[in-house]
């Protein structure tokens, strides 16, 4: 059984690989030819930048591989060996946040080189050092006081019921309900500054927008997300009285107020079409079939390993074991997602004008420097919104359409695709 368990972990290794080297491939091809959507040396500098990060995904994927060998091959009983002196829940919270951060230790320094010399290399991070570390410092403070609890609980559960999976599943499945409740205020607590908007005439358009929909929010903020890095973002947090707007400082300095409002108008949209509570259902979906199949798996394989299914091992499992489950059923969420976006698009467009969402979309593009174009496979395993250009189309706009030996580009004037 051990060796099936590495098999299928092989497989998924491969494929992941595979879907990434066809994607470096496509884009390597494509960041050649007519720019779309972006002058030519922006689209050359949105395609390096794609290649660049997807090559640092693939030694990623290669790291986590030889991790999971190492584990599965003797680390785990390692681990076990090196709790003993600590029994009951005890152990198992040592050995399980043991686990989380060697492996947290081992993916430090693609995480240090993926913020400080590649964002860095095409002026997305401004992040200082201080910063980094403070940040870090309390995401790990975070993470082992929750994941203490967490695994608290779920031992509890374990040693109390056979359907420990089942009862697992409740569980954790409240906790994710939670964190989104939660998510606005623990992110304004330990990680941004967020103040209230103070321009009284956006602030009014986005009551508007809000009242048009039905969202109710607790306010509209800002948040100091530029002190980290240069991206363009937005979200709406929180579930029922704690939803909060939050824009990103660096979305009001690159957006006209028509634009912010038709980018606000499109996650309105999610929010009138239920997105957000289909996405939690989702999310539901897949912790079942994950805790119902690591929940079952055979004793024949802790055997082969030389251990015994103790609360933590199971856990430990389930965290080796989720990215594999995960890949296999992103494609499913992709599909239903990428569908609830182009209807929140046609929401956007309602209540802030095609037009202008358009031109937010085509600057969150260059802004961000995101590659326009992706392989089919990349997209049906990883997008959980549809391609751009794609987006535009069902907007009206075809970007590939030509006048004169030029591009049409998304506001309906023409860019020189050879600039």
Known sequence: MLMTVIAIYTLYVISKLYVSIMQVGFINQHKHQDALLMPANEYMKAGDYAVAKEKLTMLSTLIEYVLFIVWMGGGLMWLSNATMAYDGAMQSIIAVLSFIIINGVVSFPLEWYSKFVLDEKFGFNRSSYAQYFKDTAISTALTIVIGALIVWGIYAIIISTELWWLWSFGFIFAVIILINMFFPTIRAL??????????EELNKEITRLMDATGFVSSGVFISDASKRDAKLNAYFGGLGKTKRVVLFDTLIEK????ELL???GHELGHFAHGDI???IVMVGGMLFVMFALFGNLPESLYLEMGLSSSPYILMILFLLLMPVVSFVMMPIMGIVSRHNEYEADKTGAELGGSEHLIAALKK?????????LSHPLYIFFYYTHPPVIERFKELGVDVYAKEEGRVVDSLGGICSSGE
């Open 190 to 199: 330990f990680f941004d500054k967020l103040t209230p908007l103070e321009d």
């Open 255 to 258: 957006l006209s107020a028509k």
């Open 262 to 264: 038709a980018v606000l």
């Open 277 to 279: 509570y289909k996405n």
């Open 364 to 372: 969150l593009v260059t802004e961000n420097k995101s590659f326009p």
